[in-house]
């Protein structure tokens, strides 16, 4: 019941959050700066501040490193597949990219996570 509980208090605050990140980009220009302050800012700050008070700081740094990483990772891919979509086909650079995403994500964990 307290896993159930934890994710009902998870969804809850970050649909919260992004409904009033996304009411603050309504101000941005231009409007394709919105989603960056929507969905996954919202719903990262409070998974782990949820994470933090539930389980304590141990883990709430963990699931940050693993922030930290993944959001290197998702660089990594941008910047893989739009480089390689100008020579090669959509799933090839998408391929690619997932394996940049990969590597670079597990590079980054390794000393995040020591």
Do not use: C, N
């Not at 919105?34 to 141990?58: E, N, R």
């Not at 998702?74 to 995403?101: C, D, E, F, I, K």
Request: proline share 4%; aromatic share 4%.
């Amino acid at each position: 019941m307290h896993d159930a509980l934890i994710v009902a208090v998870k969804g809850l605050a970050g649909g919260t959050l992004v409904v009033l990140f996304a009411l603050l980009s309504e101000g941005l220009r231009p409007k394709r700066f919105a989603g960056l302050f929507s969905a996954a800012p919202a719903v990262a700050l409070v998974g782990l501040t949820i994470t933090l008070l539930d389980k304590g700081p141990h883990q709430a740094h963990e699931s940050a490193a693993g922030m930290i990483a993944g959001g290197a990772g998702m660089v990594a891919y941008a910047v893989a597949a739009v480089s390689l979509l100008r020579r090669v086909r959509a799933a090839r650079a998408s391929a690619a990219g997932l394996l940049a995403w990969a590597g670079v994500s597990a590079l980054a964990a390794l000393p995040l996570l020591a």
